[in-house]
């Protein structure tokens, strides 16, 4: 499983789904999943609040993915420009089995075409860009998080850790789920 690394990505949409499945893979290596992070280039990469973090791969020497977790951030906007960007998502797209996104993630799988006719979600405050990349997209506001299939897209930030732990239900059970969730302490409960 791999968890992509961009400038400008937003810290929890890739620490949080970091956390969640690293503490899974760690605990239960018999699961036979792992997960690590890559960049274009495999170099550093600084998140859209300051944090600077050291990809595990590149795309060139990165292993093959079962899983890709694409974060959302104001880094996702270039991406949408960015000819090669979008060609690396299609390829991926046609080689990993399940394609995840947090947040605005979403908005670089709408303009590769990942979102055609399917529903989604993504960031509140990004649902109408969603929708303009792609007007076939089936918006789920409500929804923490959807999963169609091959395809699963969370809404914003801390979203993306309610989606992890989807995925570890989806692919290694409920019971799986649950001890991952009760080690890291997830319980959200607002204080405010």
Same mark, same amino acid.
């Given at each position: ?9 937003? /810290?929890?949409?890739?620490?949080? +789904? #970091?956390?969640?499945? @690293?503490? #899974?893979?760690?605990?239960?290596? /018999? ?8 960049? $274009?280039?495999?170099? &550093? ?17 990165? &292993? +093959?993915? /079962? ?14 420009? !960015?000819?090669?960007?979008?060609? #690396?998502?299609?390829?991926?797209? @046609? ?5 995840? @996104? ?21 960031? #509140?405050?990004?649902?109408? /860009?969603?929708?303009?990349?792609? +007007?076939?997209?089936?918006?789920? &506001? !409500?929804? $923490?998080?959807?999963? !169609? ?32 969730? $009760?080690?890291?302490?997830?319980? &959200?409960?607002?204080?405010?």
């Amino acid at each position: 499983m791999g968890i992509l690394l961009f400038d400008g990505f937003e /810290e929890l949409d890739a620490v949080g +789904p #970091w956390e969640v499945l @690293s503490t #899974w893979t760690q605990g239960h290596p /018999e699961d036979g999943y792992a997960v690590f992070c890559l960049s $274009r280039d495999g170099g &550093p990469v600084t998140g859209a609040k300051g944090l600077g973090v050291q990809a595990h791969h590149s795309y060139a020497d990165a &292993p +093959p993915l /079962e899983v890709l977790v694409y974060p959302g951030g104001h880094g996702t906007r270039t991406h949408l420009s !960015d000819s090669a960007q979008m060609d #690396w998502v299609r390829s991926q797209r @046609s080689t990993v089995p399940l394609m995840t @996104s947090v947040c605005t993630g979403s908005l670089v799988f709408a303009a590769a075409g990942l979102l055609t006719s399917r529903p989604a979600t993504t960031h #509140w405050s990004a649902l109408p /860009e969603l929708l303009q990349l792609d +007007p076939t997209i089936e918006l789920r &506001p !409500d929804d $923490r998080f959807v999963d !169609d299939g091959d395809v699963v897209t969370a809404a914003g930030v801390s979203a993306g850790i309610d989606m992890a732990l989807h995925l570890v239900d989806r692919l290694a059970g409920t019971e799986r789920a649950r001890e991952v969730r $009760r080690d890291i302490q997830y319980d &959200p409960a607002p204080p405010v």
